[in-house]
Structure formats: structure tokens, C-alpha cells
T-cell receptor
Framework: DAGVIQSPRHEVTEMGQEVTLRCKPISGHNSLFWYRQTMMRGLELLIYFNNNVPIDDSGMPEDRFSAKMPNASFSTLKIQPSEPRDSAVYFC???????????FGPGTRLTVT | AQSVTQLDSQVPVFEEAPVELRCNYSSSVSVYLFWYVQYPNQGLQLLLKYLSGSTLVKGINGFEAEFNKSQTSFHLRKPSVHISDTAEYFCAVNLAGKSTFGDGTTLTVKP
């Protein structure tokens, strides 16, 4: 398996623009997690899905952030409008139905200027 | 709710020396415990996990960890580190499918 795939790997955008981050989970994994990592705040859980249904979105910072999982093979995290304080590395991670460990993608480094 | 405390934010050590990275957790119920490693510009990857059974678990790259229920600890150890072990290490607990991560410990191995 290719592992968790994230795109793009790097994104540079201007404040106010819409940003969409994408994640393809490992085949057969039914839980998907979006994290944000910064030096100041460390690793933060934004939202997680189980069987394509959002279970806990309490970590989503504000209404500018939204996440979807239309099917078992794809998820998006959207920021609209983006702000400089959204600059961070965003990770997608997945886990299988009989596993407890998470498999992380390589991350998307977002820079908002 | 569960929480994880990594007691050292940075651990410098010389090559071939032993190292221990400390992790304490709190939870009112039994949890599963993990250590992950993050190399620069990469995602986290699993080092080892404790689900049940023997309290001493062995992982990749010569690392091991011991689960101590009475002290609610899960410290990570390696008897002899290499330069390539330089990375950030995260302790995590999992309850009902959701993981809580510690703030991380940066291990720097010096020649």
C-alpha cells in the first residue's frame, strides 16, 4: 500500500484565499483524523471521522475551517478565508477497524502570507 | 478524559549513550499506549505500542518501553543511541479510537 496520501505537499497562498487540503486514506481504514502542527501549539486534533461520519469536530478552530469525507477514499479540509495564523503543517492520519495506532501522511505545509 | 505529559521537552545525549524519554498519562479507564517518532519534514510513525500483556514492549530501531500501571507511566528507552535517532518523539494514549498526544520530546544525539 502507498500509505496515506496528502496533496499538495506545499501550499503558499495569500490571506483571504480559499485553501483545500486533500487526503487519501489507506485502503480499508475506516477512521480518519486531521491534525495541525505548529511550534507554538504542537500537534492539535482538528476533526476525526469514523466510517465517513464526523465524530468529533471540537478541535476545529472556527467557522473558517470545514472538513468533509464524501466516501471512504477521500477527505478534504478547507479553510475559507485563510489567515496568516493558519500557517502550519496539516497532517491526515488513518487507522483500521481492528487497530489502535494511526498511520500519518507526509503532511501539507501551508504558508499564508 | 485522558491526558499525556512528556516530562522533558528536549533531551541532548551523546552517541552510544543510553537514553530515557519520560511519559506519564492520566485516565480513569484503561487505555492503549503508544510512542511515535517524527523525523524532520515527515509525518509521525509508530515506534511501539502497548495494548495488553507483557508490560515491556519492544519496538523498531532498538527502542523499548515499559508500562507501569501504578505510576501511570510509559517511559521509552534505548541502551545505545545513534546519530540517526535524532528526532521528535511523541507519547500517545488511545481511548475509544481517539488518540491524545503529548507535546513531544526532541532527542538530539551528538557525536
Amino acid at each position: 500500500d502507498a500509505g496515506v496520501i496528502q496533496s499538495p505537499r506545499h501550499e503558499v497562498t495569500e490571506m483571504g484565499q480559499e485553501v483545500t487540503l486533500r487526503c487519501k486514506p489507506i485502503s480499508g481504514h475506516n477512521s480518519l483524523f486531521w491534525y495541525r502542527q505548529t511550534m507554538m501549539r504542537g500537534l492539535e486534533l482538528l476533526i476525526y471521522f469514523n466510517n465517513n461520519v464526523p465524530i468529533d469536530d471540537s478541535g476545529m478552530p472556527e467557522d473558517r475551517f470545514s472538513a468533509k469525507m464524501p466516501n471512504a477514499s477521500f477527505s478534504t479540509l478547507k479553510i475559507q478565508p485563510s489567515e496568516p495564523r493558519d500557517s502550519a503543517v496539516y497532517f491526515c492520519a488513518t487507522s483500521g477497524p481492528t487497530e489502535y495506532e494511526q498511520y500519518f501522511g507526509p503532511g501539507t505545509r501551508l504558508t499564508v502570507t | 478524559a485522558q491526558s499525556v505529559t512528556q516530562l522533558d521537552s528536549q533531551v541532548p545525549v551523546f552517541e552510544e549513550a543510553p537514553v530515557e524519554l519520560r511519559c506519564n498519562y492520566s485516565s480513569s479507564v484503561s487505555v492503549y499506549l503508544f510512542w511515535y517518532v517524527q523525523y524532520p519534514n515527515q509525518g509521525l510513525q509508530l515506534l511501539l505500542k502497548y495494548l495488553s500483556g507483557s508490560t515491556l514492549v519492544k519496538g523498531i530501531n532498538g527502542f523499548e518501553a515499559e508500562f507501569n500501571k501504578s505510576q501511570t507511566s510509559f517511559h521509552l528507552r534505548k541502551p545505545s543511541v545513534h546519530i540517526s535517532d535524532t528526532a521528535e518523539y511523541f507519547c500517545a494514549v488511545n481511548l475509544a479510537g481517539k488518540s491524545t498526544f503529548g507535546d513531544g520530546t526532541t532527542l538530539t544525539v551528538k557525536p
